[in-house]
């Protein structure tokens, strides 16, 4: 019998989040919303018939804070006895809140002209991630964590973050996939990913995979917009994929076009905007626009 898996909403903005629960001997969550999405967790949770203070394991897919900045609080809702898992290159987010303005002065900040940026961004750390703690597990990919009988292999997938991670489930080929999966981003409507050459190898390792269901962290968009559902069949899974796969070879062909300084907001990447019909606001946070053609820029 497979091990039942619910998706659990934690609205945030205009970034709902989907964590999602192993239904296993020792109750696991995939990934944890923001601070103030915890209580919502817990909730959901306990319309499921499952508390909180059962939770064995919180593994999370990367160092966002959409994905990891309830970690502490919901931590803390279980006793402090679940177990906190992340990648050991996005480890820093979890352990320091400041990590993540750094992230946002390296890649962003420099073609984003507001001289608040750097206060706005600690201001948004501080009140969405709820603490900083260091991680009980830290792992490389490869290992297996045993859920009390179900084990879930964690699977290296970066390209979005260093850091990212897929946790597949043995024996029903389940993969949650965080945000490693982009197709054409989610409320921005572009892709964002820090290392296109690590990201692309990375949907080739999950399409070679052949995922039976795929779980997304957000209900990522079609190249027409149209957003997926959050679980994925195994028909659904391979066709998202392959799309995902194509959409950044469109996205790369586009970032090769010389860059160039004008008023735009898309400024320097102008042209690149231009060749993949980008019309959304590339200042919004998380600025996928800006962070994916940085990457292409200094790959």
């Known amino acids: 019998m497979n091990t039942p898996i619910h ?13 999602f629960l192993i239904d296993a001997p020792e109750l696991a969550i995939v990934d944890t919303g923001v601070t103030a999405t915890a209580e919502g967790v817990a909730q959901g949770l306990k319309q499921l018939g499952r508390s909180i203070e059962d939770v064995k ?35 820093d987010y979890l352990q320091r809140r400041r990590a993540h303005v750094e992230n946002y002065l390296k890649l962003r900040a420099r073609y984003i002209e507001d001289p608040e ?7 948004m ?20 964590l045993d859920l009390g009988g179900v084990n879930v292999r964690v699977i290296h997938t970066p390209g979005h973050t260093d850091g990212s991670v897929s946790y597949l489930v043995e024996g029903q080929n389940d993969i949650f996939v965080g945000d490693a999966v982009q197709i054409h981003g989610a409320a921005n409507g572009f892709p964002g990913y820090e290392n ?19 779980f997304l962290g957000h209900p990522f968009r079609s190249a027409e917009g149209v957003a997926y559902e959050v679980e994925l069949d195994f028909v659904k899974s391979a066709h998202v994929l392959q799309e995902a796969l ?21 400024s320097p990447f102008e042209r690149a905007a231009q060749a993949m019909n980008y019309s959304g606001d590339p200042r919004l946070e998380p600025s996928p626009f800006f962070t994916t053609m940085h990457g292409y820029m200094n790959s």
């Open 117 to 123: 940026a750097e206060d706005k961004q600690t201001a």
């Open 125 to 144: 750390m501080s009140e969405a991630i709820s603490g900083e703690m260091s991680p009980h597990v830290v792992v490389r990919g490869g290992e297996t």
């Open 7 to 19: 998706p659990i909403y934690a609205p945030w903005g205009r970034f709902g989040l989907y964590t």
């Open 57 to 91: 394991w919180i593994l999370l897919t990367h160092g966002h804070i959409d994905h990891l900045g309830g970690t502490v609080k919901l931590w803390e809702m279980t006793n402090r006895r679940a177990k906190v898992v992340i990648h050991a290159d996005d480890a």
């Open 246 to 266: 194509d959409i950044e070879s469109r996205v790369s062909a586009a970032a090769m076009l010389p860059n160039g300084s004008s008023d735009s907001p898309y």
């Open 196 to 214: 296109p050459l690590s990201y692309r190898e990375s949907l080739l390792k999950l399409q070679q995979l052949e995922p039976n269901r795929l």
